[in-house]
């Protein structure tokens, strides 16, 4: 079956960029997806990127699709602690949104 | 708008159990799935539909029944709780590229 792929966790300190990898495994995905969960809530859509693109850019946040390597990456500028959340990847695949394990990503002062 | 209702928002079983846990989208999209959130695993998809009298399985689907009699409900189904279904679930619709996520229902089994 597809699985989508993350590192668990990220920690940066206030101020730095933060950046989130992903890895997925099947190349006829259509979108790819970032999503921000913060404690308690459901998932919030950040961002998505359409998988004939190479980037898009939405004010603080970059995504970077690497379509030969099958790599998803979600840059965050200027890291604010109000960041701090856990960052899912998904794809749109045969009509089902896979997810992947989600990285936890922790702000530092 | 309310966008994606889930109830209820916390619910705790015996083992043997049954319940059933509700879903609502006033979006009229065609697309509505159940996920459970367990930690360390992601979101892992149970069951989904793809229009009113259409469902399918997902990765995860053991001990859950679903039913799509309308386009707005997509209710999920425990026939006998078990301790393993002991999880954090998530309702979403999607119409095209944008899904919409549920509060979630956090459900133990004891």
Redesign the interface.
């Known amino acids: 079956g597809e699985d989508v792929e993350q590192s668990l966790f990220l920690s940066v300190r206030e101020g730095d960029s933060s950046v989130i990898n992903c890895t997925y495994t099947d190349s006829s995905s259509t979108y790819l997806y970032w999503y921000k969960q913060e404690p308690g809530a459901g998932l919030q859509l950040l961002t998505y990127i359409f998988s004939n693109m190479d980037m898009k850019q939405d004010q603080r946040l970059t995504v970077l699709l690497n379509k030969k390597d099958k790599h998803l990456s979600l840059r965050i500028a200027d890291t604010q602690t109000g960041d701090s959340a856990i960052y899912f990847c998904a794809e749109l695949w045969a009509g089902k949104l896979i997810f992947g394990t989600g990285t936890r990503l922790q702000v530092f002062p | 708008n309310a966008g994606v209702t889930q109830t209820p928002k916390f619910q705790v079983l015996k083992t043997g159990q049954s319940m059933t846990l509700q879903c609502a989208q006033d979006m009229n999209h065609e697309?509505m799935?159940w996920?459970r959130q367990d930690p360390?695993?992601?979101?892992?998809?149970i069951h989904?539909s793809?229009g009113a009298g259409i469902t399918d399985q997902?990765?995860v689907p053991n001990g859950y029944n679903v039913s799509r009699s309308t386009t707005e409900d997509f209710p999920l189904r425990l026939l006998s709780a078990a301790p393993s279904q002991t999880s954090v679930y998530?309702c979403?619709s999607?119409r095209f590229?944008?899904?919409?996520?549920?509060?979630?229902t956090r459900l133990t089994v004891v």
């Open positions: 697309y799935s996920y360390g695993m992601g979101l892992r998809l989904y793809v997902g990765e998530f979403a999607r590229t944008e899904a919409f996520f549920g509060q979630g």
